[in-house]
């Protein structure tokens, strides 16, 4: 069974430009997570997606990050602008629904290191 | 609110002999817990995870993890480290409840000497 992609693999920038990533999830998973992994630190949930809904954005920046899950299967994550404090690793995960007693874990990308300079 | 707490910064033990990764949660309702491992330039790999039932769960590369109620724990335990153990190791909590968020702790470097 493939695993979940995610292009690109490092992106550099400079400040106040703008970058999105891509996810494509395991077949057939209807969860979506966008994480952020700044270095030394343990991931942190920005948008949860249940099919293309958003259950759980809590803690993404909305005034310069944006996420969309059309047709509830690829998601694209796009930052404009980027800040410098940005720099991290954006990992993408799936799971089935969620809901099951069997499904509960989230399988994950090896992510997308940006660098905001 | 969940939470997830890893004491131990680092863990450093010799090879051959156990290992303990300590993690402790907090969580409304019964939860679904989870160990996560991540080698350098790597995404997390999934180890194990404990939904109901017995609480000493078992899972890939010999790893373990027993949950206790009571104390509101889920420690990582091997019988016998590897060099090749050394990774970042994380622990993640989820309500147990439809499509309820993953919380991740920050993370406890795992370090086998030779």
């Known amino acids: 069974e493939a695993g979940v992609a995610q292009s690109p693999r490092y992106k550099i920038i400079e400040k106040r430009q703008s970058v999105a990533f891509w996810c494509n999830p395991i077949s057939g998973h209807a969860t979506l997570y966008w994480y952020q992994q700044i270095l030394g630190q343990g991931p942190k949930l920005l948008i949860q997606f249940q099919n293309n809904g958003v259950v759980d954005d809590s803690q993404l920046p909305k005034d310069r990050f944006s996420a969309e899950r059309l047709k509830g299967v690829d998601s694209t994550l796009k930052i404009q602008p980027a800040k410098l404090e940005d720099s991290a690793v954006y990992l993408c995960?799936?799971?089935?629904?969620?809901?099951?007693?069997?499904?509960?874990?989230?399988?994950f990308g090896q992510g997308t290191r940006l660098t905001v300079v | 609110a969940q939470s997830v707490a890893q004491p131990e910064d680092q863990v450093n033990v010799a090879e051959g002999n156990p290992l303990t990764v300590k993690c402790t949660y907090s969580v409304s309702g019964n939860p679904y817990l989870f160990w996560y491992v991540q080698y350098p330039n790597r995404g997390l790999q999934f180890l194990l995870k404990y939904i109901t039932g017995d609480n000493l769960v078992k899972g890939s590369y010999g790893f373990e993890a027993e949950f206790n109620k009571s104390q509101t724990s889920f420690h990582l335990k091997k019988p016998s480290a590897l060099v090749s153990d050394s990774a970042l190791y994380f622990c993640?909590?989820?309500?147990?409840?439809?499509?309820?968020?993953?919380?991740f702790g920050s993370g406890t470097r795992l370090s086998i000497r030779p």
């Open positions: 995960a799936s799971s089935l629904t969620g809901q099951g007693v069997g499904d509960a874990e989230a399988f």
């Open positions: 993640a909590v989820r309500r147990y409840s439809s499509a309820s968020k993953i919380i």
